[in-house]
């Protein structure tokens, strides 16, 4: 009974660890930083797919996103930054 307790609390302390670091890193990247590293990654890979099919619905919410980052409401910029290079295939690096 005492290693099941043991092993439960182990796992909630491990969870809730984990939970604080992914947080950490969705912070990191909802800053001044992440928009200007992501509007570059944006406009690269627009550049590198004009023949997208997807190409009007990512430059779309390329300026979503830089009107939300010049707005600061950088979170919300990233995130729209985020879904352009998912239409365009290019993923965040």
Not at 1 to 27: E, H, N, Q
Not at 40 to 69: H, I, M, P
Request: one cysteine or more.
């Amino acid at each position: 009974m005492r290693i099941m307790k043991l092993t439960a609390g182990i796992a909630i302390v491990t969870g809730a660890l984990a939970m604080a670091a992914s947080s950490a890193g969705a912070v990191e990247t909802s800053n001044v930083s992440g928009c200007l590293a992501l509007q570059a990654q944006v406009k690269t890979a627009l550049e590198s797919n004009a023949q997208s099919a997807n190409y009007r619905d990512a430059k779309k919410q390329q300026q979503v996103g830089q009107d939300y980052c010049s707005s600061g409401l950088f979170e919300n910029g990233v995130r729209h930054y985020a879904e352009a290079l998912r239409l365009l295939g290019a993923g965040q690096s």
